[in-house]
């Protein structure tokens, strides 16, 4: 599988409790991305990691939201005390010096499938 | 006012049609302008990317890009209804790809 995983797909969840979601990047990429998407609007940009490093952030994310990548590989979202705005589909990129054969520019952004997040 | 404008549709065109999908943008400073198509439920597949102005075809789609007039467009030529989906423009400054900023998606249908 030369493509970006993400688990789980789908997440319910009650108002309040901590989620985690991981994504799993194409081998070859060492930037990675997260992005939130709500219904009728495009990907909004969440944080950037360059391997290990977290490189950006975006001031959508909030002091509940935490992301990492410790070993430059996967990364983990995390969404402490949920709230119903929440709910979005959660979405992550990998980009990298080796793109895919017949892709963009060498940093052109390969999504995974998301985890729609639903918060009750 | 967005930094990318992209027209939400719906779009529904007959198939065999040729369909026209647009952005305009405010930031002068974008210079990678790209296409991804989003399935219902799944996430964007990238389609084409255009590296400054000018035109890029591939198969049956076509990309335009017009720095002078901030405007980019995607053509689908002999439309499909396997062509159904929203299309995102996106476009960066950078090559780095973290700054890429997407349009809200046009929803396109294509009737048999």
């Known amino acids: 599988d030369t493509g970006v995983s993400q688990n789980p797909r789908h997440k319910i969840t009650k108002r309040g409790q901590n989620v985690t979601f991981r994504c799993d990047p194409i081998s070859e990429h060492n930037r990675l991305y997260w992005y939130r998407q709500t219904l009728g609007q495009g990907p909004e940009f969440l944080t950037y990691?360059?391997?290990?490093?977290?490189?950006?952030k975006s001031r959508l994310l909030s002091d509940r939201f935490s992301a990492e990548r410790p070993k430059g590989s996967f990364s983990t979202l995390e969404i402490q005390r949920t709230e119903q705005g929440d709910s979005a589909m959660y979405l992550c990129?990998?980009?990298?010096?080796?793109?895919?054969?017949?892709?963009?520019?060498?940093?052109?952004?390969?999504f995974g499938p998301g985890t729609r997040l639903t918060v009750l | 006012q967005k930094e990318v404008e992209q027209d939400p549709g719906p779009l529904s065109v007959p198939e065999g049609a040729i369909v026209s999908l647009n952005c305009t943008y405010s930031?002068?400073?974008?210079?990678?302008f790209m296409w991804y198509r989003q399935y219902s439920r799944k996430g964007p597949e990238l389609l084409m990317y255009?590296?400054?102005?000018g035109n890029k075809e591939d198969g049956r789609f076509t990309a335009q890009v017009d720095k002078s007039s901030k405007y980019i467009s995607l053509f689908i030529r002999d439309s499909q209804p396997s062509d159904s989906a929203t299309y995102l423009c996106?476009?960066?400054?950078?090559?780095?790809?973290?700054?890429?900023?997407f349009g809200a998606g046009t929803r396109l249908f294509v009737k048999a």
């Open positions: 255009t590296y400054s102005s």
């Open positions: 990691f360059q391997n290990e490093a977290q490189l950006e």
């Open positions: 930031n002068s400073a974008f210079q990678y």
């Open positions: 990129a990998s980009s990298g010096r080796t793109g895919l054969a017949g892709g963009g520019p060498t940093d052109t952004q390969y």
């Open positions: 996106a476009m960066s400054a950078h090559t780095g790809g973290f700054k890429t900023i």
